[in-house]
């Protein structure tokens, strides 16, 4: 591997990011597998990248996203951490064995043709992946928490895989979306499916009353709905288990059903404002209103969710939610565990007390886990 010194990088040019590459190749060259691998493990040797360098001058883009994140499998590296922000670069703590990133200008001191193109924008993360081991994690964990790694071995005694959903903001709401859908699916649970329309033409309706216009989430509401049909057998739409992962790969099918959701919680957190307001006081402050703060918070795209954003959620639709906490809690005595929680619904609207949705929780992510 190749480093340049911050020096010679801080008086470069970065929007000819050619001149960070010691053999001169030209900025649209295709990076060579065997220098990938120093750093991250690769599926295939054939890949095709179309590195952009007119945006920003220092990230590079990717043409063909999903083909791009196929190749992606969780490294060990003891260069980068922590693995699970998964290349968005926004997020993304890096440390280099020689010297350290520039927080501020992200400028990277590298051999641009090789590590650089493992650096991808936000924009280049598929909504949700396919299922993979938990064992995964602990390859992430590996030169980490020790915590972290005993309460993965915690969490494997009952669960078997996870699903990993980008990390935008939206990674609650989208994790309930597929989640629920893939419920629906395996089980093929129509009174359920009954159930929950009747839950969300509730929402529609306190909306309304809330003064909001149909247009404000009418679209979000039919292609809700219309996943909710798709994954039920029998019809000329009906959904395979891979038609689904496509569909919730899709920014406009996903983000549609994740903005209903943000919306039916909206709703419930403003219906029941004597229940919520005490809760959510130290989010709201006294420079808005609890109506601003639904507005901007819950119903805002990429806007991250807290407890109260669970609650109405499974309070709004009636579905309970199980949250696995995977953090560095400890308190040095007894056993070690890994917290759960399961949020119910409120009233007798669940259908069932024990959830059949699971999520783990690490600190400002959720992804969605799958019991043995």
């Given at each position: 591997?190749?480093?340049?010194?911050?020096?010679?990088?801080?008086?470069?040019?970065?929007?000819?990011?050619?001149?960070?590459?010691?053999?001169?190749?030209?900025?649209?060259?295709?990076?060579?597998?065997?220098?990938?691998e120093e750093r991250w493990d690769v599926k295939s040797e054939d890949v095709d990248f179309d590195i952009d360098t007119e945006v920003t001058g220092k990230?590079?883009?990717?043409?063909?996203?999903?083909?791009?994140?196929?190749?992606?499998?969780?490294?060990?590296?003891?260069?980068?951490?922590?693995?699970?922000?998964?290349g968005d670069v926004k997020g993304l703590y890096i440390e280099y064995q020689h010297f350290d990133i520039d927080p501020e200008t992200m400028k990277f001191p590298l051999y641009w043709t090789s590590l650089l193109a493992f650096f991808p924008s936000s924009s280049s993360?598929?909504?949700?992946?396919?299922?993979?081991?938990?064992?995964?994690?602990?390859?992430?964990?590996?030169?980490?928490?020790?915590?972290?790694?005993?309460?993965?071995?915690?969490?494997?005694?009952?669960?078997?895989?996870?699903?990993?959903?980008?990390?935008?903001?939206?990674?609650?709401?989208r994790c309930f979306v597929f989640s629920y859908l893939e419920h629906i699916l395996e089980t093929q649970d129509k009174a359920e499916v009954d159930r929950i329309k009747g839950h969300i033409q509730e929402s529609i309706k306190t909306l309304r009353n809330l003064?909001?216009?149909?247009?404000?989430?009418?679209?979000?509401?039919?292609?809700?709905?219309?996943?909710?049909?798709?994954?039920?057998?029998?019809?000329?739409?009906?959904?395979?288990?891979?038609?689904?992962?496509?569909?919730?790969?899709?920014?406009?099918?996903?983000?549609?059903?994740?903005?209903?959701?943000?919306?039916?919680?909206?709703?419930e957190i403003q219906s029941r404002r004597d229940f919520f307001e005490p809760f959510l006081a130290p989010f709201i402050g006294t420079s808005q209103t609890l109506e601003q703060f639904c507005k901007t918070?819950?119903?805002?795209?990429?806007?991250?969710?807290?407890?109260?954003?669970?609650?109405?959620?499974?309070?709004?639709?009636?579905?309970?939610?199980?949250?696995?906490?995977?953090?560095?809690?400890?308190?040095?005595?007894?056993?070690m565990t890994a917290n759960q929680h399961d949020f119910l619904p409120s009233g007798a609207s669940a259908p069932g007390e024990k959830p059949f949705i699971s999520l783990l929780y690490r600190p400002g992510h959720y992804d969605i886990l799958y019991p043995k």
């Open positions: 591997m190749l480093f340049h010194s911050k020096e010679e990088i801080d008086e470069k040019d970065l929007s000819d990011v050619s001149t960070l590459s010691p053999d001169n190749s030209p900025p649209n060259s295709t990076p060579t597998v065997s220098s990938w990230f590079p883009l990717v043409e063909d996203e999903a083909r791009y994140s196929e190749l992606l499998v969780p490294s060990s590296s003891p260069t980068v951490s922590p693995w699970e922000d998964r993360r598929l909504l949700v992946t396919v299922n993979e081991p938990l064992s995964t994690l602990i390859d992430e964990y590996q030169s980490g928490s020790v915590v972290f790694l005993e309460k993965i071995k915690i969490i494997g005694e009952n669960y078997v895989s996870l699903r990993r959903t980008r990390r935008d903001g939206n990674c609650f709401f003064q909001y216009v149909d247009h404000q989430f009418s679209d979000f509401y039919e292609i809700f709905t219309e996943l909710l049909d798709g994954v039920i057998q029998g019809h000329e739409k009906s959904l395979s288990d891979e038609l689904l992962l496509q569909r919730c790969q899709d920014g406009l099918y996903s983000d549609s059903a994740v903005m209903f959701c943000r919306c039916a919680a909206s709703a918070s819950v119903e805002g795209m990429k806007q991250e969710s807290d407890h109260a954003h669970i609650v109405a959620l499974t309070d709004a639709l009636g579905v309970p939610v199980r949250v696995v906490y995977l953090d560095s809690s400890f308190s040095g005595t007894g056993p």
